[in-house]
């Protein structure tokens, strides 16, 4: 009997509670998709290959962004593409102060996947196509699909240029460009090395998921401010029909059912799409730790992009970013960085110059792995948030190799876990079409 109440008492307080909405994700369908680290490096053979599916019976159209936020190389030779263990690596200082997006419009069929090499894009077919490029054969013209159905409208651009860092964002629209609620996309990035230092005739092959932002159904206002996460409104505990964010909002003597700030920038009735985590979880073997299996030395490389992006005005907010290193023995270390609109590092160039010297290398922190605890920390303006999203890439070095300068075996690309959310919201601009 007294389990039976003990029951009763807690389907009673979820029903109490409501829906709790899930965080972002690398394994469903979403209406925003991110793809945080994309690199070209055709020189010493990288190029990155990304997939785009339609998971729906209908066909969808994307607003995408490149955004190229490649350093550029001062007081030296090289470039600052992070191509652990590259010989034309900038001999100079490596200065990240370049942010510029380029848009372009996709759109797919029913239950269409396509794919495309970032250094060449694609486009339709025309008759003075290159043979050799990838082209949308459902041209709407010469050529269309079941239903009558084409990519008509689709014009995927390559990179800006060779040796090239950045990242691609898409966000499900209509025909006119207004943002919709619909859950239908999902995206993988590959990148591909081949003729790698010291092995030119292996290809290896690294592949993350694309980072979703489910839409909120109904939310959506169509306008050109996308509002992810933040507070959802209450209502008054007496005036149930009134909305609310705080107690200052209902009539006198009434509560409201939340506390919490009103963003202006947002709808009145809440966010529009799932937010940003508020901490990003790095499980990681501490930089040149050797791995007991393969028996060579690992570092990995970290790449964060900030939630909030300003494409109508292509001005990115820095962030301060804590970073809580645990090693096997649960000691705590810290530190932190600034991070602009992109920031990818070795983890042991996080808080030090020095490799050797710096609390993600197993020779200071003293066990082979331990966890990271990413957050971005917020402040009061309600024109962008803090959030963090973000890839990590693991490296196998050549046995002796050092931690400044890997020769790559092989790599891998993977996923960061992520834990809670943030009452402020993270907000995307875009541009009018």
């Known amino acids: 009997m007294r389990v039976g109440r003990v029951l009763a008492a807690a389907a009673a307080s979820l029903l109490l509670a409501g829906v709790v909405r899930a965080e972002i994700s690398s394994d469903q369908a979403a209406a925003i998709v991110l793809l945080p680290k994309l690199t070209v490096d055709l020189d010493n053979g990288i190029d990155t290959l990304v997939r785009l599916s339609n998971t729906s019976q209908n066909p969808l159209t994307l607003h995408c962004f ?7 190389c001062v007081n030296g030779t090289g470039n600052c593409i992070v191509a652990i263990g590259a010989p034309d690596r900038c001999t100079g200082q490596c200065v990240d102060d370049r942010w510029n997006e380029t848009d372009f419009r996709i759109v797919l069929t029913a239950r269409q996947p396509i794919g495309w090499r970032i250094s060449q894009g694609m486009r339709d077919c025309r008759a003075t196509a290159d043979p050799d490029q990838p082209c949308f054969r459902l041209d709407g013209i010469t050529q269309v699909g079941p239903g009558g159905q084409s990519n008509k409208g689709s014009n995927i651009l390559p990179v800006p240029h060779d040796e090239f860092i950045g990242y691609l964002q898409c966000i499900a629209v209509d025909d006119t460009g207004a943002p919709v609620d619909r859950n239908d996309l999902k995206g993988e990035a590959l990148i591909v090395h081949s003729g790698q230092i010291g092995v030119p005739t292996q290809v290896d092959v690294e592949g993350y998921n694309g ?13 050109n401010t996308l509002c992810l996460g933040g507070c959802s409104p209450g209502q008054c505990r007496l005036t149930r029909s009134r909305s609310c964010f705080s107690d200052a909002e209902c009539p ?29 979880i790095l499980d990681h073997f501490f930089d040149g730790a050797v791995d007991p299996i393969a028996e060579l030395p690992v570092v990995t490389d970290l790449t964060l992009v900030p939630c909030s992006q300003d494409y109508l005005r292509q001005s990115p907010t820095p962030t301060t970013v ?16 600034r991070v602009n609109c992109f920031k990818e590092f070795q983890i042991s160039k996080i808080d030090t110059d020095f490799n050797a010297n710096s609390i993600f290398s197993a020779a200071v ?14 402040d009061s303006d309600d024109d962008h948030g803090h959030a963090m999203v973000g890839v990590a890439r693991e490296f196998r070095c050549a046995a002796g190799s050092p931690l ?9 690309s993977f996923n960061l876990h992520s834990q809670g959310r943030r009452p402020q919201a993270d907000l995307i601009w875009l541009p009018p079409e």
Not at 264 to 272: A, H, I, L, Q, V
Not at 322 to 337: A, G, I, K, P, W
Not at 365 to 378: D, E, F, K, L, Y
Not at 404 to 412: E, I, K, L, P, T
């Open 66 to 72: 490149w955004v190229d936020a490649t350093p550029r």
């Open 211 to 223: 980072i979703g932002f489910q839409a909120i159904a109904g939310r959506n206002d169509r306008d």
């Open 252 to 280: 006198a003597g009434e509560t409201c059912t939340t506390q919490c700030g009103r963003n202006d920038n947002c709808p009145s009735t809440g966010p529009e799409y799932d937010g940003c985590p508020n901490i990003l």
């Open 322 to 337: 804590q970073f809580l290193v645990f090693n096997e023995f649960e000691q705590r270390f810290s530190t932190s960085r």
């Open 365 to 378: 922190n003293g066990t082979m792995t331990g966890q990271t605890r990413i957050r971005g920390v917020a």
């Open 404 to 412: 400044d300068n890997c020769a790559v075996v092989s790599s891998a």
